[in-house]
């Protein structure tokens, strides 16, 4: 009965590369959230998707942040030429309905994103 | 935009004390929900409040919703220090996301 699986725990990248961060959400699950957080911050709302659509980006930079929840696979949030800012820990959620419908989100251990 | 404000930010008590934590939010909502993060890890969801909902209760949890002062409280009785961890309190509003307050970091002392 797994959770959300998120990979890889810990990401290494020096500026200017690519992250790719991947997410597994519950089995069954097809909505999924993908959230930053900062140290000794909250977590900051990136972006929602539903099985292959974007249903709120509100949350994401416009330049080189994306995501995607393809029909097959894992959700995958990618970032383009990173900077040090980009420096955080990325978690992602998933949940059975939305948020509005009173769901719970269960979410994966993170993404740890240090940029060189 | 951040909805939910948590108060205080950091609390730390004696093991067996309760601990309170209050969140402040701003737009209406169809549910509040805490959840608790252990250092390093994701976070776990501890409760859901709806919004026609006053109090509920979950073992050693108890939480209130006060929608007219858009507030809502957590209680943690009889502390252990496994509940050392930081608690966030996150709300809908109206949307089809949960957007998380900056959380009370909770350090209990044996």
């Known amino acids: 009965n797994a959770g959300v699986m998120q990979n890889p725990r810990h990401l290494v990248r020096r500026r200017g590369q690519e992250a790719r961060l991947r997410c597994s959400p519950v089995?069954?699950?097809?909505?999924v959230y993908w959230y930053r957080q900062l140290p000794e911050e909250g977590l900051k709302f990136m972006v929602y998707?539903?099985?292959?659509?974007?249903?709120?980006e509100s949350g994401m930079p416009k330049e080189r942040f994306s995501a995607e929840f393809p029909k097959e696979g894992p959700s995958i949030l990618r970032i383009q030429q990173v900077v040090r800012g980009d420096s955080a820990a990325y978690f992602c959620?998933?949940?059975?309905?939305?948020?509005?419908?009173?769901?719970?989100?269960?979410f994966g251990s993170g993404t740890q994103l240090s940029v060189l | 935009s951040q909805q939910g404000e948590e108060d205080p930010q950091a609390l730390s008590i004696q093991e067996g004390e309760n601990a309170t934590m209050n969140c402040s939010y701003k737009t209406s909502i169809n549910n509040l929900q805490w959840y608790r993060q252990n250092s390093g890890r994701g976070l776990v969801h501890l409760i859901l409040i709806r919004s026609n909902e006053r109090e509920k209760h979950s073992g050693r949890l108890r939480v209130t919703l006060d929608t007219s002062k858009k507030s809502s409280s957590l209680l943690i009785t009889a502390s252990r220090a496994a509940d050392t961890a930081s608690y966030f309190c996150a709300t809908d509003e109206g949307a089809q996301k949960l957007v998380f307050g900056q959380g009370t970091r909770l350090t209990i002392n044996p």
């Open positions: 089995k069954g699950h097809s909505h």
């Open positions: 959620a998933s949940s059975l309905r939305t948020a509005a419908t009173n769901e719970k989100l269960f």
């Open positions: 998707l539903q099985k292959e659509n974007i249903i709120d």
